[in-house]
């Protein structure tokens, strides 16, 4: 089981560092107080359109000090497009000020006090982490989950978090931020979570779910 299991992780990087070297967040952003307030945005809600609402919201919230000195009701409204606008005002504006009151104005670097943050759980954390960082962390959203089970790199993870463990103790700690990337852009664009393009991928050959037919 060990040995299969090292071969689908070795098979799955090979496939990735040949095909996606290069493996980005796709959300739009220029400092760590933009990337935090579009991860927070994105819950629930498409890179894409996180992307239309941000060139606004930043005109207007250009640091952390001006978001924590917002009104609720106006940062509503730069974000009512957005799925759950209200909790996410509220959570934006809370990040915000403990990031000024706790933290001077400075993003923390590890994960338990990235979660101290309102709006910031532990997939947004390692978002961080990883993208800002470059540390080995690896955010397991929806996409992420399904593919990773799916290709075989999980096996039998009942949540994010054992989901999460497994990555991280079999993908070599130097490309876990690219391989979270690698499974994200994978899920969205190819291993779709209804009719995924399994003639279009290059990994169906060794994909636990395509060889097996059990998706």
């Not at 560092?17 to 933009?34: D, G, K, R």
């Not at 978002?127 to 096996?155: C, E, Q, W, Y």
């Not at 876990?176 to 499974?183: D, F, M, S």
């Amino acid at each position: 089981m060990q040995s299969q299991l090292k071969q689908i992780y070795a098979k799955t990087t090979e496939y990735f560092e040949a095909h996606m070297p290069v493996a980005e967040t796709e959300l739009i952003y220029q400092s760590p107080y933009q990337l935090i307030v579009a991860v927070i945005l994105s819950a629930q809600c498409t890179d894409k359109r996180v992307n239309m609402l941000t060139p606004l919201f930043f005109k207007r919230f250009p640091d952390t000090k001006a978001l924590a000195e917002a009104e609720q009701g106006e940062v509503f409204e730069y974000i009512r497009s957005c799925s759950y606008p209200n909790a996410k005002a509220k959570h934006l504006i809370g990040m915000a000020q403990m990031l000024m009151h706790d933290f001077n104005g400075e993003m923390p670097q590890d994960i338990d006090s990235l979660q101290k943050l309102p709006g910031v759980g532990r997939k947004t954390a390692n978002v961080l982490l990883s993208v800002l960082f470059n540390k080995p962390a690896m955010a397991v959203d929806t996409h992420v989950f399904r593919v990773a089970a799916r290709i075989g790199l999980t096996v039998n993870a009942k949540n994010p978090l054992q989901a999460e463990q497994q990555l991280i103790t079999h993908f070599p700690p130097e490309i876990i931020p690219k391989a979270h990337h690698w499974l994200i852009l994978h899920g969205r664009y190819v291993c779709t979570a209804r009719s995924p393009k399994c003639k279009e991928c290059g990994i169906a050959s060794f994909c636990n779910a395509y060889t097996t037919g059990k998706f």
